[in-house]
């Protein structure tokens, strides 16, 4: 079994939480059952299924929980772009934590190629 507190997608995940419900709280009322929700739960996923991964056993199941990390960090991207485009945060707000979640994208896909190229 691996840890997941060693995988720095892990602790980059762990501050995207963070960042993502700071920016959660910008939104208005109107979305506390639309988008909030939404942001919050996939960007919670994305450390989550890292975690869960580092679980199981065979290094195929690891692969699949990373790719599911990695499609939950795609979706919050999405939902990212969305806010931007309703005018619910600023340019330079999305621009950053986007930036910030495509960083975490490609430190999950590296480790996926890894894990199945090496092991």
Known sequence: MRNFRE?????????LVKDTYTLTKLLPDSEKFGLIPQIQRSAI???????EGCAKYSQKDFVRFLQV????????ESHIILCEDLNFISSNSAELIIKNI??????????????????
């Open 7 to 15: 995988l720095n997608v892990w602790k980059d995940g762990r501050v």
């Open 102 to 119: 495509q960083k975490l994208q490609q430190g999950i896909a590296s480790l996926i190629k890894y894990n199945r190229t090496n092991h």
């Open 45 to 51: 996923s994305i450390p989550a299924n890292i975690a």
């Open 69 to 76: 990390s990695l499609g939950s960090a795609y979706e919050l």
